[in-house]
């Protein structure tokens, strides 16, 4: 575990907080120390982002989550994750059940994602080709428009969390080359298995995300056995950040009915 950097705090239920794509532990900031409180919260960085080490062998994140609960001897843990981190919970509720109570997931479905909606796309393009370009600066912005959605502009956002973003964005971007090789080792047939997920899940939507990323976290909630929605008004992909009072008050209201 020496390459990869996480947060411990607190005692009680294990509550693990997955960041997402291309940011880091630190999104979760706003709920840490709520959390913490009453929850043992465990806020690790992924592979490849912010603190944690680049992968220099094929991977899967997560096989890294189930080595790293089982090194901190958690027992079944509450996984919540935004986007990316979201994928790694529902991924850890298939290949590891018996590391998992519950999962929250937030703008996500699983980890093999479809876009359909032209605003996704359009977004999407635009972050791969300055990627491919190497232009850190129009990868950074481009990457930040998923966060107002597509119904607003960041100007609509608060500074702090967009500079909070984009600050988390380029950190992890920085760290990568246009040419470097992808080694992640995707999860397999994720939609079919889904209906297996027997634990409560719960959906938190920020109320205006793109509807590809609305729509995956419905298609989720309607394939496992006890799923459930709530939708954060004035939030888009990142709810937790935009509304963080809201946010921490939706997610503890779930974890009393554990």
Do not use: C
Not at 48 to 71: E, I
Not at 89 to 102: I, K, M, S
Not at 154 to 171: A, F, K
Not at 222 to 246: C, F, K, L, Q
């Amino acid at each position: 575990m020496d390459d990869l950097f996480w947060l411990d705090a607190g005692a009680g239920q294990p509550l693990v907080l997955l960041h997402g794509g291309f940011l880091d532990h630190r999104m979760w900031d706003d709920q840490i120390p709520a959390l913490a409180a009453r929850y043992r919260v465990i806020a690790p960085d992924a592979r490849g982002h912010g603190r944690s080490a680049n992968a220099s062998q094929p991977f899967r994140h997560t096989d890294d989550l189930a080595a790293l609960l089982r090194h901190l001897d958690t027992g079944p843990a509450i996984l919540v994750g935004v986007s990316m981190g979201g994928s790694i919970a529902v991924d850890t509720a298939l290949e590891y059940p018996e590391l998992v109570r519950a999962a929250v997931v937030i703008g996500v479905g699983t980890s093999e994602p479809y876009f359909t909606d032209p605003w996704t796309t359009r977004t999407w393009t635009a972050w791969q080709s300055a990627m491919a370009a190497g232009d850190l600066n129009t990868a950074v912005e481009a990457f930040t428009r998923f966060a107002p959605g597509p119904h607003r502009t960041l100007d609509d956002l608060d500074p702090e969390v967009v500079g909070r973003l984009r600050e988390m964005t380029r950190s992890t971007l920085s760290k990568h080359t246009p040419d470097e090789p992808d080694l992640r080792i995707p999860v397999h047939d994720t939609w079919n298995r889904a209906a297996k997920i027997d634990v409560p899940v719960l959906a938190i939507n920020g109320a205006l995300d793109s509807p590809d990323h609305l729509g995956m976290a419905e298609r989720l909630i309607r394939t496992v056995a006890d799923g459930h929605a709530i939708s954060i008004d004035g939030t888009a992909h990142y709810p937790n950040m935009e509304r963080p009072e809201m946010f921490n008050k939706a997610l503890e209201g779930f974890l009393r009915t554990l």
